[in-house]
Protein backbone atom coordinates (compact mmCIF):
# COMPACT_ATOMS: atom_id res chain seq x y z
CA UNK A 1 0.00 0.00 0.00
CA UNK A 2 0.78 3.63 -0.52
CA UNK A 3 2.46 5.66 2.43
CA UNK A 4 4.02 9.14 2.83
CA UNK A 5 6.14 9.66 6.29
CA UNK A 6 7.53 12.74 6.71
CA UNK A 7 9.82 12.44 9.26
CA UNK A 8 10.28 16.28 11.50
CA UNK A 9 6.80 17.35 12.75
CA UNK A 10 8.53 21.00 14.02
CA UNK A 11 11.49 22.68 12.13
CA UNK A 12 12.60 26.06 13.30
CA UNK A 13 15.56 27.83 11.12
CA UNK A 14 17.03 30.89 10.71
CA UNK A 15 15.93 33.45 8.03
CA UNK A 16 18.96 32.98 5.51
CA UNK A 17 19.34 29.63 6.54
CA UNK A 18 19.20 26.53 3.97
CA UNK A 19 16.61 24.52 4.19
CA UNK A 20 15.79 20.40 3.82
CA UNK A 21 12.25 18.88 4.34
CA UNK A 22 11.96 15.14 4.29
CA UNK A 23 9.53 12.79 2.52
CA UNK A 24 9.80 9.28 2.03
CA UNK A 25 7.09 6.91 0.32
CA UNK A 26 6.59 3.69 -0.48
CA UNK A 27 4.90 2.64 -3.79
CA UNK A 28 5.75 -0.09 -6.33
CA UNK A 29 6.32 1.74 -9.19
CA UNK A 30 7.05 5.44 -10.14
CA UNK A 31 4.67 7.51 -8.28
CA UNK A 32 3.33 10.90 -8.69
CA UNK A 33 4.76 13.25 -6.09
CA UNK A 34 3.90 16.53 -4.88
CA UNK A 35 4.50 19.34 -2.55
CA UNK A 36 2.03 21.59 -0.97
CA UNK A 37 1.96 24.45 1.74
CA UNK A 38 -0.60 25.38 4.00
CA UNK A 39 -0.57 28.61 6.04
CA UNK A 40 -2.39 28.54 8.93
CA UNK A 41 -5.90 28.41 8.01
CA UNK A 42 -5.69 28.37 4.19
CA UNK A 43 -5.84 26.21 1.73
CA UNK A 44 -3.15 23.77 0.01
CA UNK A 45 -0.80 26.14 -2.28
CA UNK A 46 1.36 23.41 -5.04
CA UNK A 47 5.01 24.38 -4.60
CA UNK A 48 6.27 21.63 -6.98
CA UNK A 49 5.45 18.34 -8.46
CA UNK A 50 7.16 15.31 -9.78
CA UNK A 51 5.75 13.09 -12.55
CA UNK A 52 8.56 11.90 -14.73
CA UNK A 53 11.75 13.23 -16.09
CA UNK A 54 14.67 15.07 -14.34
CA UNK A 55 14.73 13.96 -10.83
CA UNK A 56 15.18 17.72 -9.66
CA UNK A 57 12.37 19.85 -10.04
CA UNK A 58 11.87 23.26 -9.28
CA UNK A 59 8.92 25.11 -8.28
CA UNK A 60 7.24 28.50 -7.00
CA UNK A 61 8.85 30.84 -4.56
CA UNK A 62 12.39 29.37 -4.79
CA UNK A 63 12.31 26.10 -3.92
CA UNK A 64 13.22 22.67 -5.44
CA UNK A 65 12.90 19.40 -4.79
CA UNK A 66 14.96 15.96 -5.92
CA UNK A 67 13.63 12.05 -6.68
CA UNK A 68 15.79 9.57 -5.37
CA UNK A 69 14.53 6.16 -6.07
CA UNK A 70 16.74 4.56 -4.53
CA UNK A 71 16.10 5.82 -1.46
CA UNK A 72 12.36 6.53 -1.71
CA UNK A 73 12.26 9.96 -1.38
CA UNK A 74 11.52 13.39 -2.42
CA UNK A 75 12.81 16.31 -0.33
CA UNK A 76 12.24 19.63 -0.22
CA UNK A 77 15.17 22.07 -0.45
CA UNK A 78 15.28 25.74 -0.81
CA UNK A 79 18.82 28.02 0.03
CA UNK A 80 17.45 30.46 1.81
CA UNK A 81 14.70 30.61 4.21
CA UNK A 82 12.50 33.74 4.10
CA UNK A 83 10.45 34.96 7.04
CA UNK A 84 7.01 34.02 5.18
CA UNK A 85 8.40 31.15 4.39
CA UNK A 86 6.98 29.73 8.10
CA UNK A 87 3.78 27.79 7.24
CA UNK A 88 3.23 23.55 7.30
CA UNK A 89 4.41 21.93 4.56
CA UNK A 90 2.81 18.30 2.96
CA UNK A 91 4.22 16.21 1.19
CA UNK A 92 2.09 13.80 -1.23
CA UNK A 93 2.24 10.25 -3.52
CA UNK A 94 -0.23 9.72 -6.01
CA UNK A 95 -0.40 6.39 -7.90
CA UNK A 96 -0.02 7.45 -11.63
CA UNK A 97 -3.54 6.95 -13.13
CA UNK A 98 -5.39 6.97 -9.78
CA UNK A 99 -7.60 9.66 -8.40
CA UNK A 100 -6.13 9.10 -4.88
CA UNK A 101 -3.72 11.24 -3.12
CA UNK A 102 -1.85 9.67 0.15
CA UNK A 103 -0.07 12.78 2.42
CA UNK A 104 2.20 13.22 4.74
CA UNK A 105 1.17 14.28 8.06
CA UNK A 106 2.85 17.63 7.80
CA UNK A 107 6.28 19.95 9.12
CA UNK A 108 5.43 22.84 10.34
CA UNK A 109 8.04 25.08 9.81
CA UNK A 110 9.12 28.00 12.14
CA UNK A 111 11.35 31.07 10.77
CA UNK A 112 13.10 32.80 13.29
CA UNK A 113 14.28 36.44 12.65
CA UNK B 1 -7.81 30.89 -15.14
CA UNK B 2 -9.37 28.21 -12.84
CA UNK B 3 -11.02 29.29 -9.73
CA UNK B 4 -12.18 27.30 -7.01
CA UNK B 5 -14.51 28.56 -4.03
CA UNK B 6 -15.48 27.46 -0.86
CA UNK B 7 -18.17 28.91 1.43
CA UNK B 8 -18.99 29.13 3.89
CA UNK B 9 -15.50 30.23 5.68
CA UNK B 10 -16.16 29.24 9.09
CA UNK B 11 -18.79 27.55 10.26
CA UNK B 12 -20.22 26.68 14.60
CA UNK B 13 -22.92 23.99 14.57
CA UNK B 14 -24.49 22.41 17.60
CA UNK B 15 -24.16 18.68 17.72
CA UNK B 16 -26.94 17.04 16.17
CA UNK B 17 -27.49 19.96 13.29
CA UNK B 18 -27.91 19.28 9.57
CA UNK B 19 -24.81 20.40 7.65
CA UNK B 20 -24.30 21.66 4.34
CA UNK B 21 -20.93 23.15 2.57
CA UNK B 22 -20.48 24.21 -0.91
CA UNK B 23 -17.74 23.89 -3.51
CA UNK B 24 -17.61 25.15 -6.78
CA UNK B 25 -14.84 25.51 -9.29
CA UNK B 26 -14.70 28.04 -12.16
CA UNK B 27 -12.89 28.30 -15.63
CA UNK B 28 -12.74 24.39 -16.23
CA UNK B 29 -15.03 22.04 -17.19
CA UNK B 30 -15.60 18.38 -16.16
CA UNK B 31 -13.16 18.52 -13.29
CA UNK B 32 -12.39 15.29 -11.04
CA UNK B 33 -13.60 17.09 -7.57
CA UNK B 34 -12.48 16.06 -4.19
CA UNK B 35 -13.54 16.78 -0.34
CA UNK B 36 -10.77 16.29 2.36
CA UNK B 37 -10.92 16.39 5.94
CA UNK B 38 -8.29 17.91 7.86
CA UNK B 39 -7.91 17.49 11.62
CA UNK B 40 -6.03 19.52 14.01
CA UNK B 41 -2.16 18.16 13.75
CA UNK B 42 -3.26 15.32 11.17
CA UNK B 43 -2.55 15.42 7.64
CA UNK B 44 -5.34 15.18 4.80
CA UNK B 45 -7.99 11.92 4.68
CA UNK B 46 -9.84 11.67 1.26
CA UNK B 47 -13.50 11.68 2.08
CA UNK B 48 -15.03 11.52 -1.44
CA UNK B 49 -13.92 12.35 -4.62
CA UNK B 50 -16.49 12.24 -7.82
CA UNK B 51 -15.51 12.19 -11.87
CA UNK B 52 -18.71 13.47 -12.74
CA UNK B 53 -22.22 14.71 -12.25
CA UNK B 54 -24.07 12.30 -9.84
CA UNK B 55 -20.88 9.90 -9.69
CA UNK B 56 -19.51 10.16 -5.99
CA UNK B 57 -16.92 7.54 -4.68
CA UNK B 58 -16.78 7.45 -0.70
CA UNK B 59 -13.39 6.66 0.76
CA UNK B 60 -14.34 6.24 4.46
CA UNK B 61 -17.90 4.77 6.25
CA UNK B 62 -18.82 8.10 8.29
CA UNK B 63 -21.57 10.65 9.00
CA UNK B 64 -21.04 12.53 6.15
CA UNK B 65 -22.59 12.02 2.22
CA UNK B 66 -21.55 14.44 -0.92
CA UNK B 67 -23.52 15.01 -3.91
CA UNK B 68 -22.67 16.81 -7.25
CA UNK B 69 -25.55 18.55 -8.76
CA UNK B 70 -23.64 20.50 -11.39
CA UNK B 71 -20.19 19.69 -13.33
CA UNK B 72 -18.64 22.01 -11.28
CA UNK B 73 -20.36 21.97 -7.93
CA UNK B 74 -19.75 19.61 -4.97
CA UNK B 75 -21.32 19.54 -1.73
CA UNK B 76 -20.76 17.82 1.10
CA UNK B 77 -23.57 17.39 3.73
CA UNK B 78 -24.87 15.82 6.88
CA UNK B 79 -28.21 14.93 8.57
CA UNK B 80 -26.76 15.12 12.30
CA UNK B 81 -23.03 16.41 13.12
CA UNK B 82 -21.25 14.33 15.48
CA UNK B 83 -18.51 16.50 17.69
CA UNK B 84 -15.81 14.26 15.71
CA UNK B 85 -17.28 15.81 12.25
CA UNK B 86 -15.44 19.06 13.53
CA UNK B 87 -11.81 19.82 11.20
CA UNK B 88 -10.96 21.86 8.06
CA UNK B 89 -12.57 20.61 5.56
CA UNK B 90 -10.95 21.15 1.80
CA UNK B 91 -12.32 21.08 -1.47
CA UNK B 92 -9.77 20.10 -4.59
CA UNK B 93 -10.06 19.57 -8.04
CA UNK B 94 -8.16 17.99 -10.56
CA UNK B 95 -8.20 17.38 -14.96
CA UNK B 96 -8.25 13.65 -14.93
CA UNK B 97 -5.68 12.24 -12.60
CA UNK B 98 -3.50 15.29 -12.94
CA UNK B 99 -2.76 18.04 -10.30
CA UNK B 100 -4.93 18.42 -7.54
CA UNK B 101 -5.94 22.30 -6.73
CA UNK B 102 -7.06 22.89 -3.32
CA UNK B 103 -9.96 25.88 -2.30
CA UNK B 104 -9.27 28.40 0.91
CA UNK B 105 -10.85 25.18 2.93
CA UNK B 106 -13.76 25.98 5.44
CA UNK B 107 -13.76 25.37 9.37
CA UNK B 108 -16.12 23.65 11.10
CA UNK B 109 -16.74 23.49 14.71
CA UNK B 110 -19.14 21.01 16.20
CA UNK B 111 -20.27 22.41 19.51
Known amino acids: AQSVTQPDIHITVSEGASLELRCNYS??????LFWYVQSPGQGLQLLLKYFSGDTLVQGIKGFEAEFKRSQSSFNLRKPSVHWSDAAEYFCAVGAGGTYKYIFGTGTRLKVLA | SQTIHQWPATLVQPVGSPLSLECTVE??????LYWYRQAAGRGLQLLFYSVGIGQISSEVPQNLSASRPQDRQFILSSKKLLLSDSGFYLC??????????FGPGTRLTVL
Open chain 2, 92 to 101: AWSLFTDTQY
Open chain 2, 27 to 32: GTSNPN
Open chain 1, 27 to 32: YGATPY
